[in-house]
């Protein structure tokens, strides 16, 4: 196995999984909800806002704030502050901002928060305005945001490896039986393949049951040095290893592999593990083929294997291949720049044996990842983390 | 395989008329190169002048070397289509109303690849042919063609939106008497024109070609003199509510400068062209305005034959030069305002005219007739600008080179 160069993570932990129960719409703005999830941080750590010295937010609908404007409106005075606009890489992106940070003393208590409203009308507003790129090149096509590039992107992996609807259905339909053990799960009915693969089609070869609901909702964490956690008699989860890439293979004239394939060995060599000894994956699920191509390039599989790994691995709960345990962003919900956290919060739950009903027997060892900014034609932004829990 | 399109049944009066929505107007500074060569009918990429790499989308610095030298230079047109998708559920009305909407991603064989509409006869992984058109919104969009003709090629209905074609449209040529309208009325007809109203000021008079043009099937002649307010104003009552064409082919052409003329002949050339311009602006532009999306014969485009001295003036044909540019400015305001309803407004830039108002002037003319196919052929390309003939091609590489030169060279 090669070794990393990089400096390994010393101690650091996250702990404090916050999930605030996702609507469908909300009256309600960014701040409220990331409000709501910075109390439930304090409460579920037992300290209060004082202790917090280093913040970290996410969020497409605060504007025009970003996380200074947040420092005052909830009262926080703190020595460490990032505002992370990496969509569906935010999550990881935090988490490895926030450990440095504490690993250098620059902030004890970080919490790294995402949080979104969703107005009748706020979606079509955020992908009107999502980057230069999109506006110029995308946007004007019809493309109503990341359903058709994703499309393209889709069709062409299809092709050139030879995957099925119903490959993407399986992933689909297993997150959904996921889902059903989860009370906040926006989806609350099963999914048979059956009715995957009549759904109505969005943009072929993405179908209804491709795509994320959009809807409001918050996430957070809290990132700390392990002897604080044990100081605060918190359950934490040991940060083994993560990797972090943007716009990785710019010259594939389509899409095919995220930048996790760039940085795969340095992810596993820093935290001194094989894929298999992984007890449950929480990879980034805007639309099933993305998992598909992150169990390619997080080396589970090796590329254009995608496809058979799907066909021969159980992904629910008790399955052969724990996946999306919580039922990911296709059951639970995509509350923007939520989504990202929704697996790395999941997988501290996991690790820390307080997922309840979605536990995945003696799971230890996870790892969580992250997709994000559909700049043009492609996701750029990617990351991973592998976390350890206590009995690890 | 494309369906020809059906000559539109005629309308219902008590049906409603859907309005015009648009697809999405807002566009960097930098990606109005492409507009720029959409306006003109070129295909151009982004190209770094240090490093020579194309690039998509528009940037401001060089992805490979990071130099700030980029230019839009002329590129080759050759891509092939890597993946499509019929979008079925799109974000804005413009394409809800449309859909299912192809479009495709295009691996440029100079490099880039380009998100593109596509005309239906594109196939994946074939060779596909890129060309810059302006959508309803006026901003420039990229669109995959065939690598050869196929039949009907025109009709396709995503091309549609972005061409202005003649077919099964009605169209009001507003002088019948100039060589420039009846060869205009001609070509539009065999273009596939539905009805032709042809503007005659003072219709009883005779005039040279009248009889050809009255034998054309479909050729209507109104009564239409520009410089009179209420014969404009009473033509519009008329017929303003089926004109899905308009084609200004008013002319008024006088030789002279500014000294030692009346100024009675320069308020005659303002009276014709521009007076005559926002006249037919005013009487015919809200209906026009207002059909952009009416089916197969909707409100499409609005053509004026400006002069190539609109762009500087040729002291020769000095007023008449003013009278142009006047004429050029308006049509710009003009252009705004249709953009609202999705109707182009097309300038052909010509030089002097093989006909009798510039019969001391040297070759090489333009004749009427390459006026009317070049009108066809903007109008079938969805062109905004185009510059015909030796001359105005001449004038517009000057132009763009050095104007003082021109002004100049014009002036001696």
Redesign the interface.
């Known amino acids: 196995m090669p070794s990393s160069a990089r400096t390994p993570y010393d101690r650091i932990v996250a702990a404090v999984p916050v999930t605030i129960p996702y609507v469908r719409y909300s009256a309600e703005s960014a701040q409220w909800w990331i409000g709501r999830a910075l109390r439930a941080l304090v409460e579920g750590a037992g300290i209060t806002p004082r202790d917090i010295d280093g913040l970290c937010v996410s969020s497409f609908t605060m504007g025009p704030d970003s996380g200074i404007g947040l420092t005052q409106h909830f009262g926080l005075s703190v020595r460490w502050l990032d505002t992370i606009p990496l969509g569906g890489a935010s999550a990881i992106a935090a988490l490895r901002r926030a450990a440095r940070a504490v690993q250098a003393g620059d902030a004890a208590i970080v919490a790294c928060v995402a949080g979104d409203t969703n107005h009748v009308d706020s979606f079509?507003h955020t992908?009107?305005h999502f980057s230069?790129?999109n506006?110029?090149?995308?946007?004007?096509?019809?493309?109503?945001?990341p359903?058709?590039s994703f499309?393209?992107?889709a069709?062409?992996y299809m092709?050139q490896y030879g995957a099925r609807r119903e490959d993407f259905g399986k992933i689909a339909v297993s997150q959904r039986a996921n889902a059903l053990r989860n009370p906040h799960a926006l989806m609350k009915t099963p999914l048979t393949l059956e009715q995957y693969l009549a759904a109505?089609?969005?943009?072929?070869?993405?179908h209804l049951f491709d795509c994320v609901m959009p809807c409001a909702g918050a996430e957070a964490f809290l990132v700390m040095r392990e002897e604080v956690a044990a100081s605060l008699k918190l359950p934490a989860a040991k940060i083994l290893s993560t990797i972090e890439r943007h716009n990785a293979f710019?010259n594939d004239?389509?899409q095919f592999r995220g930048g996790w394939a760039a940085d795969v060995d340095e992810l596993y060599a820093m935290a001194g593990v094989k894929p298999e000894d992984l007890d449950f994956v929480e990879t980034y699920d805007d639309y099933p083929m993305i998992v598909m191509m992150q169990l390619e390039d997080l080396g589970f599989c090796r590329k254009g294997e995608g496809p058979a790994f799907v066909r021969e691995h159980d992904f629910t709960i008790d399955g052969s291949f724990p996946h999306n345990t919580s039922g990911g962003q296709l059951s639970v919900g995509q509350a923007g720049a939520g989504g990202a956290y929704l697996g790395l919060t999941e997988a501290l739950r996991q690790v820390l044996a307080l997922a309840g009903p979605t536990q995945v027997k003696g799971a230890r060892l996870g790892l969580a990842s992250g997709f994000g900014m559909i700049n043009?034609?492609r996701g750029l932004a990617t990351g991973a983390a592998i976390l350890a829990g206590p009995a690890a | 395989m494309i369906e020809p399109i059906k000559r539109p049944r005629r309308k219902d009066p008590l049906k409603r008329t859907r309005l015009p929505t648009l697809p999405p107007l807002p566009r960097s500074r930098a990606s109005h190169g492409f507009t720029r060569a959409a306006a003109e009918g070129r295909f151009v990429l982004q190209s770094c002048a240090a490093c020579g790499t194309f690039m998509y989308p528009a940037r401001d610095a060089c992805p490979s070397c990071l130099s700030a030298d980029l230019c839009f230079a002329e590129a080759p047109r050759a891509g092939t289509l890597m993946s499509e998708t019929r979008i079925h559920v799109p974000a804005e009305v413009y394409f809800r109303e449309r859909a299912p909407w192809r479009i495709g991603l295009v691996a440029m064989q100079c490099g880039p690849t380009l998100v593109a509409h596509l005309h239906k006869d594109c196939q994946e992984g074939k060779p596909v042919a890129l060309s810059w058109q302006l959508d309803k919104a006026g901003q420039a969009v990229a669109f995959a063609h065939p690598e050869h003709e196929t039949p009907n090629m025109s009709d396709d209905t995503q091309w549609r939106e972005m061409s202005a074609d003649p077919k099964f449209r009605r169209v009001l040529v507003t002088n019948g008497r100039s060589a420039v309208g009846q060869e205009a009325v001609a070509a539009l007809k065999a273009a596939g024109a539905s009805i032709l109203f042809v503007g005659l000021a003072e219709p009883w008079k005779p005039f040279p070609g009248e009889e050809r043009l009255r034998a054309i099937e479909g050729v209507e002649i109104v009564p239409l003199d520009v410089g009179d307010e209420k014969s404009v104003v009473d033509l519009a009552a008329d017929i303003g509510g089926k004109v899905d064409i308009l084609v200004n082919t008013t002319e008024h052409i006088r030789a002279g400068g500014l000294i030692g003329r009346r100024t009675s002949i320069v308020r005659d050339e303002l009276d014709q062209s521009y007076l005559g311009f926002v006249h037919l602006a005013q009487s015919f532009g809200a209906a026009m305005r207002a059909r952009g999306a009416d089916g197969v014969n909707s409100a499409a485009a609005w053509v004026n034959i400006l002069s190539v001295y609109a762009l500087a003036n040729w002291p020769a044909f000095g007023a008449w030069s003013a009278a142009q540019a006047a004429c050029l400015s308006l049509s710009h305001c003009l252009r705004a305002e249709l953009r609202a309803g999705g109707v182009k407004v097309i300038n052909l830039f010509t030089g002097p005219l093989d006909t009798e108002w510039f019969q001391t002037v040297p070759p090489p003319k333009v004749a009427p007739r390459a006026v009317a196919n070049a009108i066809v052929s903007a109008l079938k390309g969805g062109l905004e600008d185009m510059f015909l003939g030796d001359v105005a091609e001449d004038i517009r590489r000057r132009l763009a080179a050095n104007p003082k030169a021109v002004e100049r060279e014009l002036g001696t």
């Open positions: 079509r992908l009107e230069r790129f506006q110029d090149a995308a946007y004007p096509y019809g493309t109503g945001g359903n058709a499309a393209l992107i069709r062409n092709r109505r089609p969005i943009a072929d070869p993405i710019g004239p389509v043009y034609d």
